[in-house]
């Protein structure tokens, strides 16, 4: 909670620099938070974290809105054409620089609209899959891969989405191949596993704890190189032997569209010396996703 204190702190300062002159007026409205995902998902778990604490520090409603579609880009779209007031927020994942890379033309130019504020998670993704499918770990999942060969199903929450390129990436290690159904959003995804339309999917660990602790889905591995401090159990990918090199993270940044509040990118550094800090203990950098 320290670290999570730390991001507030790093954003509050950072967005009371629209002016030197209204730093004592910041805010006098409502802050619109954007998550470019659906709800449920990894991104909307760590914009509801941090906008419920922005709202208790600022003492002002900060609205999220998800507004998911085309890997993030109809949602990072709204934060590149908001007013650079400091009113519109936006949590930016590896999922939408990934949208930039695999597509011919965006609304926006990702490398000049936004400008960061801070980092305010780091995560592994978790294979998991219903409790009835035969896979109990990840040599288990590439056997039946094998001897099954494209018909198994891994969704996802859309294309060129982390969770995708991490299937992908898995699929092109272990040679072999899975059959890659996208969905709109990670609980459209979840579903479609539980309910037996699709076999396994990879998504960030606080979106589908839950139902692994529930018995609604077995958890197969982590998709990061070490285990992941909140589930220490689970297992790395990497750890089967099969998978060399295999090694997938995402993460979340606070951001706005860049204009006046460019200044803001600065508190990034203070953050992030705090993030490797952490994990030079190998201790979870909250709120872990």
């Known amino acids: 909670m320290r670290i999570l204190a730390s991001c507030l702190a790093a954003l509050?300062?950072?967005i009371a620099l629209v002016s030197p002159g209204r730093a004592q007026e910041y805010p006098q409205q409502p802050i619109h938070f954007i998550v470019s995902f659906g709800p449920g998902g990894g991104a909307d778990i760590i914009g509801r974290i941090l906008a419920d604490a922005m709202q208790r520090k600022l003492a002002k409603?900060?609205?999220?809105?998800n507004k998911p579609g085309a890997g993030g880009i109809i949602g990072n779209d709204?934060?590149?054409k908001a007013r650079p007031d400091g009113y519109t927020l936006g949590i930016m994942t590896a999922g939408q620089i990934i949208a930039a890379a695999t597509r011919k033309s965006m609304p926006y130019d990702t490398n000049t609209a936004f400008a960061p504020v801070t980092q305010v998670a780091t995560a592994s993704l978790l294979i998991a899959t219903r409790p009835d499918f035969p896979?109990?770990?990840v040599k288990d999942l590439i056997a039946e891969a094998k001897a099954n060969a494209g018909k198994i199903i891994f969704a996802?929450?859309?294309f060129a989405a982390t969770q995708h390129f991490a299937g992908e990436l898995f699929k092109q290690t272990a040679g072999i191949e899975l059959l890659h159904v996208p969905y709109k959003t990670t609980p459209e995804a979840l579903n479609a596993v539980i309910g037996h339309h699709a076999d396994i999917l990879f998504d960030t660990v606080s979106a589908l704890i839950g139902q692994v602790k529930a018995g609604q889905l077995k958890a197969l591995a982590v998709t990061g190189k070490d285990r992941f401090p909140p589930i220490p159990d689970v297992p790395a990918a990497a750890e089967s032997g099969a998978l060399?090199?295999?090694?997938?993270?995402?993460g979340g940044k606070a951001a706005i569209r860049r204009g006046d509040l460019a200044a803001a990118a600065t508190f990034g550094a203070t953050l992030s010396q705090r993030l490797i800090r952490w994990s030079k203990f190998r201790t979870p950098c909250p709120p872990c996703v």
């Open 135 to 137: 896979a109990n770990n």
């Open 156 to 158: 996802s929450p859309g």
């Open 61 to 65: 409603p900060v609205i999220v809105e």
């Open 12 to 14: 509050t300062v950072a």
């Open 78 to 80: 709204i934060v590149a």
């Open 244 to 250: 060399p090199g295999y090694d997938v993270t995402t």
